[in-house]
């Protein structure tokens, strides 16, 4: 297994105008958010929240505070909760925003697979009419 880096930009919801500079990232699939500089997101008027808790792999617990963000990367883009990052934190691109750019994540070739989003269930409104009077038929 490889591990690779991308850019990751954070723009701020309120004011497309206000963004991050690309910060380079580690696309980590273990990780369920992204993780960006404090400073940046603050710089760029992202504001947090409010607090999460984390486990760490040394079993420690930590908190940092969350914001929501645009997210682009690779010419990817999702709004995403973004987690602000102390000076000791590595920056992440977590599975989360990997899922909503709609991607899956190429190790070997370090990069981003674009793929069709799955729906859980979709019917018509004519399957739906048509499984309800099917339904009522056995009642």
Same mark, same amino acid.
């Given at each position: ?23 380079? #990232? ?58 602000? #990052? ?54």
């Amino acid at each position: 297994m490889s591990s690779f880096k991308v850019n990751i930009t954070a723009i701020n919801t309120k004011d497309e105008t206000r963004r991050t500079p690309p910060v380079d #990232a580690l696309v980590d699939t273990g990780a369920e958010l992204s993780w960006l500089p404090k400073r940046l997101l603050m710089d760029a008027g992202i504001a947090p929240r409010g607090k999460k808790r984390f486990a760490t792999a040394t079993n420690e617990v930590i908190e940092r505070d969350f914001g929501y963000a645009i997210l682009e990367s690779e010419g990817h883009s999702t709004i995403d909760e973004i987690i602000f #990052a102390e000076e000791s934190d590595m920056a992440l691109l977590g599975v989360r925003t990997i899922e909503g750019f709609s991607v899956m994540v190429d190790n070997v070739g370090q990069r981003f697979i674009p793929v069709d989003s799955y729906v859980a269930s979709f019917y018509s409104l004519k399957e739906v009419i048509r499984n309800k009077e099917n339904n009522d038929k056995y009642k």
